[in-house]
Structures are given as C-alpha cells and as structure tokens.
C-alpha cells in the first residue's frame, strides 16, 4: 500500500508563482529520492468554520491563500529513506532555496492508506 505525506499551508497570495516554481524543484527532488508523485493545490473554495478551519489551523493572514499539498510514496520504509535523503539535499536548503511561506505555520504529517477506490 502506499504511503502519504500531507500538508496544508498558507501562502502569500502575491508569491502563487514564485511557490509553483519551488514546488515543481522540489517535485523533482522528491521523486528522485523515491516519490511517486507530489501534488499541490491551490485555495479555490475553502470556507471559513465557524468553529475550527483550514484557515484558523495555519493562522492565515487575509493576503494568504492556503494550499494543500500531498506526496505518494511506495511505502513508509521509502518514506523514510528519502525524507532523509530530500532533507540532505543541498537544492532544498533553506539557505539556498528559502520556501515562499512560513515554514513555521504549515502543517503536515504521514498517513498509511486506508481507502483507496
């Protein structure tokens, strides 16, 4: 079964192409060290709760736009192996190659399938 890691962030409106262009770098580097695939979506239609949002979780400020992102890995062994190898690669340093959002504010995580239709 595969293995998923999701995120969801909220980036400023003004940098949409300046964080398709990292994404599609980054994309790159992920299935070079063993990813399947990388998909990211841009906020269309993402309402507000009034309890709890995507909005509320990643404190966006009203210039932002939240994305929300996921990685298709074989499994969760390969996973592991090339997360370590993409934080290891110097084309994702922040140094080199800073992220167009704040790092601080996204949220992300690793989920085995459980569905798959």
């Keep these: 079964m595969p293995y998923i890691d999701g995120m969801i962030a909220a980036v400023p409106t003004a ?3 300046t964080y398709r262009e990292h994404s ?4 790159a580097v992920f299935k070079e060290h063993g990813a399947l695939s990388l998909t990211e979506c841009w906020g269309d239609d993402v309402p507000e709760g009034k ?3 995507m909005h509320t979780a990643v404190m966006r ?6 994305v929300f992102s996921w990685i298709v890995w074989p499994s ?3 996973r592991d192996a090339g997360m370590q190898k993409v934080m290891e ?3 994702m340093s922040p ?4 992220m167009p959002f704040d790092g601080k504010r996204m ?3 690793g989920f085995e399938v459980l569905v798959e239709a």
């Design 76 to 78: 969760k062994a390969v």
């Design 51 to 53: 309890l709890n949002s």
């Design 95 to 98: 140094d080199t190659n800073p």
């Design 61 to 66: 400020k009203p210039d932002e736009t939240i």
């Design 89 to 91: 690669d110097p084309r």
């Design 24 to 27: 599609t770098m980054a994309a």
């Design 15 to 17: 940098n949409k192409e």
């Design 107 to 109: 949220i992300f995580g």
